[in-house]
């Protein structure tokens, strides 16, 4: 690893080859700004023959940055399958600017506080670099309207602008989506209504909880919702993603094709010893002092948004408990219903804490019509299987598939350099970014008053 600091770079800047690399073999050059989250780690997780080995990363010097490095050193160290990338550091308070100025690479990553991200977004597109944006890309109304700006300036300059949106790489929320466009299994998708929605994706979190293998280190900042977002402006841009995404895939989603219902927050509360567990600081910083109640901490890190889409009720909700039971993690809840059968993902006790989805019929299905679905799969996705469960069946999966969290973030880089290399994203794909959001961020408000 190099490491230049600000005072250091200010000296080499006559000599520095960054503004003169040679960008002609039409590799991506990463460029990571202002991590804070260890999502953005997570992106260097593999490596990637489209990807130069050199990522340029431009920041304060804080402990963000540390941490940052460290998942980095860990990749590159690993006994198996070892990372190798070479990690150029500028330090400074006008790392934004000296990213702009240098142009070291040519894709900016965004994973860390949600305050400035939106201004991030706007300054990179602004300045002619594609952007791989961790969710969310916007926490409030106002920098949902610069989203808008930066996504026209965007297309006027033939730049990909794209969130990171992992939960459509695993398996069990595939084969949900699959199995939903096989009308003889599924039938059409109810219409449903507020009380028994027709989509219902429900996503429980956790504050203190292990990452590649060590316990994550939050930053302070995390609990601040005017710098995170508050949990109806973050986890559900996922859940927001996914009932688009399912239910009508690859079509556009646009504004006068949604609906808000209802929304409403409630806090998530925190203790001293939580707090200290979790950041390792003894003390509750000056910023989160309006947040304190009785000692304690309440971070608005839950919310919940009843929508339709194209007339069709949803819901989506996000919980953060402070830490999972032992032998627990991160769970979800997902049903599609069907006028033929419901399509459901469960994560509890009863599935050792795995996604399993299920199929469960609302009119007579035999198991070999349940079968000839699967049998339709096959040819992607081998092995699947069918076992009989209390309300129908449960879909066996082989556990090649189930590859967890962290090693999506691979995929949705390969999808993304698959875009890049294309020059274009679907039809679909920026339309639909921009609807998520602006129903999240106006959930939020709703959710407030």
């Not at 006559?14 to 804070?36: H, Q």
């Not at 219409?191 to 316990?215: C, L, M, R």
């Not at 962290?406 to 390969?414: G, N, R």
């Amino acid at each position: 690893m190099k490491k230049i600091t600000f005072l250091a770079l200010a000296a080499l800047a006559a000599c520095s080859p960054k503004a003169t690399e040679d960008m002609t073999d039409n590799k991506i050059r990463l460029i990571t700004l202002d991590p804070g989250h260890f999502h953005a780690a997570l992106v260097q997780k593999s490596m990637y023959a489209d990807i130069d080995s050199t990522v340029h990363i431009y920041a304060p010097e804080s402990p963000d940055l540390d941490l940052h490095m460290a998942k980095i050193d860990q990749y590159n160290s690993r006994e198996e399958n070892p990372t190798s990338w070479n990690s150029e550091i500028y330090e400074g308070d006008d790392f934004l600017e000296k990213m702009l100025e240098e142009k070291a690479g040519n894709v900016v990553v965004l994973a860390g506080s949600n305050l400035k991200k939106t201004e991030y977004i706007s300054q990179s597109v602004n300045n002619g670099f594609h952007v791989l944006a961790d969710k969310p890309m916007a926490i409030n109304s106002e920098d949902y309207a610069l989203l808008k700006e930066a996504f026209a300036t965007s297309k006027e300059k033939g730049l990909l602008l794209y969130d990171i949106m992992t939960e459509r790489s695993e398996i069990t929320t595939i084969l949900q989506k699959e199995l939903s466009q096989n009308k003889d299994l599924f039938g059409e998708l109810e219409i449903g209504s507020p009380e028994n929605p027709a989509v219902t994706k429900e996503s429980v979190h956790h504050f203190f909880k292990y990452v590649s293998g060590s316990p994550l280190i939050r930053p302070s900042w995390f609990f601040d919702t005017k710098q995170q977002g508050e949990g109806i402006v973050d986890v559900t841009t996922h859940l927001i993603d996914l009932t688009f995404w399912e239910c009508f895939p690859n079509q556009i989603i646009g504004d006068e094709n949604v609906e808000l219902v209802a929304a409403r927050r409630w806090p998530t509360v925190l203790s001293p010893t939580d707090f200290e567990k979790v950041t390792g600081k003894t003390e509750f910083p000056d910023f989160l002092q309006s947040s304190i109640k009785d000692g304690n901490l309440e971070t608005y890190a839950n919310g919940e948004i009843n929508y339709t889409i194209k007339g069709h009720h949803a819901k989506v909700s996000v919980i953060w408990n402070y830490q999972a039971p032992e032998g627990t993690g991160d769970t979800h809840y997902s049903i599609m219903r069907g006028t033929k059968a419901n399509l459901v993902i469960r994560q509890g006790a009863e599935q050792s804490y795995k996604p399993t989805l299920y199929i469960e019929p609302v009119v007579e299905i035999s198991q070999e019509e349940a079968q000839a679905s699967i049998d339709k799969l096959l040819s992607t996705y081998d092995g699947l299987s069918l076992e009989k469960s209390s309300a129908g069946w449960k879909v066996n999966i082989p556990e090649k598939y189930n590859i967890g969290h962290e090693a999506h973030f691979a995929q949705v880089m390969e999808r993304f350099i698959d875009y890049y290399k294309n020059g274009t994203m679907p039809e679909w794909e920026v339309p639909n970014i921009l609807t998520k959001y602006g129903l999240s961020t106006r959930a939020l408000e709703m959710a407030k008053k």
